[in-house]
């Protein structure tokens, strides 16, 4: 048979770097872009994310219900914020657990407790809040006690306040941008302004206080873990009652706490040169 009548046959299929394909690339190249967006956000309206994506209101909106679906974000119904959802942090778990920061934690956690008898815990940023994913608990009667999934306020927490402190200042920005910082005692930072001073003294000592902030009689203190890019990515922390955690102690258990964060970060980052100051 000659070649001019040879059949070629037609492959199945849409041909390669088709429309439609390339259509499929740029959908998730945006959502990834918008969970990128809220990974670095305390929460924003939908029509902040299309005026920070430039995108019509419209294909956000098609963006962010099909995310929800699927977990990977949420909204909250009263600000109608969106966050990034459990599916996202069930991701970013598994990229934790082949990090080995977890695991690297338990022993640094459990000398951390012997060295100052209170409880240790390791936490990271969850929307707007805490989350705590590890702990190593005291073995007094009277003790704080903050189970992995626990969640606590950013503004009123000592990890939350170290990893405020060591944030970008747009994340920061962001977080107190018309934001009302909820009031949970009378010693809880509820000004922006003082928070934003009680930032910085974070920073120049290198660990964090709250001090019956989030629960009378509960004091904690906490300081930042860096990733290899010297980013706060998670928070290390002990928590006692006051009787205990006496002033005359703070210093010094500060001190631990600082230095097993520097024990779990990968970089092993001095506690006050990163973070706030940089855009």
Request: with cysteine; glycine share 10%; aromatic share 4%.
């Amino acid at each position: 048979m000659s070649d001019e009548n040879r059949v070629i046959p037609r492959k199945r299929g849409r041909p390669r770097g088709s429309g439609e394909d390339r259509a499929g690339v740029r959908t998730l190249d945006r959502a990834l872009d918008i969970l990128d967006l809220l990974a670095g956000a305390s929460g924003l309206t939908l029509s902040e994310v299309a005026e920070r994506m430039e995108l019509a209101p419209s294909t956000v909106h098609r963006l962010l219900s099909t995310m929800a679906a699927r977990g990977v974000i949420e909204t909250d119904p009263v600000s109608q914020t969106w966050h990034v959802g459990p599916t996202a942090f069930r991701h970013g778990s598994a990229f934790m657990r082949r990090s080995g920061l977890i695991d690297r934690s338990w022993p640094v956690l459990r000398r951390l407790m012997a060295a100052t008898g209170e409880t240790a815990n390791l936490g990271i940023v969850n929307g707007d809040a805490v989350l705590f994913i590890g702990q190593v608990e005291t073995h007094e009667t009277i003790r704080a006690f903050f189970p992995p999934g626990t969640r606590s306020a950013l503004h009123s927490s000592g990890i939350g306040k170290a990893l405020l402190a060591h944030a970008p200042e747009r994340t920061l920005r962001d977080f107190l941008r018309d934001r009302e910082l909820t009031r949970f005692t009378p010693r809880t930072i509820t000004d922006p302004q003082a928070l934003i001073e009680d930032l910085a003294l974070v920073r120049a000592r290198g660990y964090s206080l709250d001090d019956e902030e989030r629960a009378l009689g509960m004091r904690c203190i906490a300081a930042p873990v860096f990733d290899l890019f010297g980013e706060a990515v998670a928070g290390i922390s002990v928590s006692g009652p006051l009787h205990r955690m006496t002033d005359d102690r703070l210093a010094a258990v500060g001190q631990e706490v600082a230095q097993a964060a520097r024990e779990l970060s990968f970089d092993q980052a001095p506690q006050g040169g990163k973070g706030a100051g940089k855009g």
